[in-house]
């Protein structure tokens, strides 16, 4: 199933006595691969978190699904837990896989399941092997692995490259060609924009509020990227409009 469109119009957010976004007018078309771009502490991570529903904004946010509601997955930047825990790769993906508690074993449904994303990922060989003991590029794979299952119609995806080695970016570059194949909408936050550049259809530039919006040629062009990275929050880059209360819509 096609995934989603995602509408942000006139999208805020404010913690505490400090904004973070601005205004925020984007569409994320249906079943393409849309990259986030922008310097560090620009409100990326802040927007995708919005989307997900964990943090409060100002404005309407929309999805709109060609038919039913799908399944939405995410990747987050990384993945923090007690280290000394006897969980293996197996308990972690039955964990957050199935309802039923990972000391009860995995149903075989599942176990196919887990076995076909490992795999893809290239990690079926470490299934056995306790979560703590992965470097961090092949934790990374394994959160790459959960968000195959159920197979998403939205995928969210923060910085997925920041710990993955050269084998971990080729293996991200194919599940990435999988999901676009596939029809699913991939909002993806991304620093290496040489990447982007070879692998989005569209980037939107963010620094607090968007700087810039476009095909990847054009958003990635020198004068653009010094926009960008220099950009203030103050600065009238986008057109503002009053405040509207918070609201997130989903339409078939």
Not at 111 to 134: F, N
Not at 204 to 213: A, F, I, K, P, Y
Request: glycine share 8%; hydrophobic share 45%.
């Amino acid at each position: 199933m096609t995934g989603p469109a995602i509408d942000m119009q006139q999208v805020g957010l404010t913690l505490g006595q400090t904004r973070i976004l601005y205004d925020i007018d984007l569409h994320v078309a249906p079943g393409s691969v849309h990259a986030l771009i922008g310097p560090n502490g620009a409100g990326k991570s802040s927007l995708i978190k919005t989307l997900m529903g964990q943090m409060p904004h100002q404005g309407t946010l929309t999805l709109t699904w060609p038919a039913e509601p799908g399944v939405i997955g995410y990747v987050p930047q990384a993945l923090e837990f007690d280290r000394t825990l006897p969980m293996t790769v197996n308990d972690f993906m039955g964990v957050l896989t199935q309802r039923r508690p990972a000391f009860f074993g995995l149903s075989s449904r599942n176990t196919r399941a887990i076995d076909e994303a490992l795999m893809r990922v290239g990690m079926q060989h470490k299934r056995k092997r306790r979560m703590g003991a992965l470097s961090g590029g092949e934790r990374q794979r394994i959160m790459l692995a959960q968000a195959l299952i159920p197979a998403p119609s939205l995928l969210v995806l923060d910085e997925p490259m920041a710990a993955l080695d050269e084998a971990g970016v080729a293996v991200f570059e194919e599940l990435l060609a999988y999901w676009r194949r596939n029809h699913v909408t991939v909002l993806w936050v991304e620093h290496d924009l040489d990447a982007v550049r070879r692998l989005a259809d569209r980037v939107t530039g963010l620094n607090h509020r968007v700087v810039c919006d476009g095909e990847p040629a054009r958003v990635l062009s020198t004068e653009q990227l010094l926009t960008l990275f220099s950009a203030h929050p103050g600065m009238n880059t986008q057109a503002t409009a009053p405040v509207v209360s918070g609201q997130t819509r989903v339409a078939a």
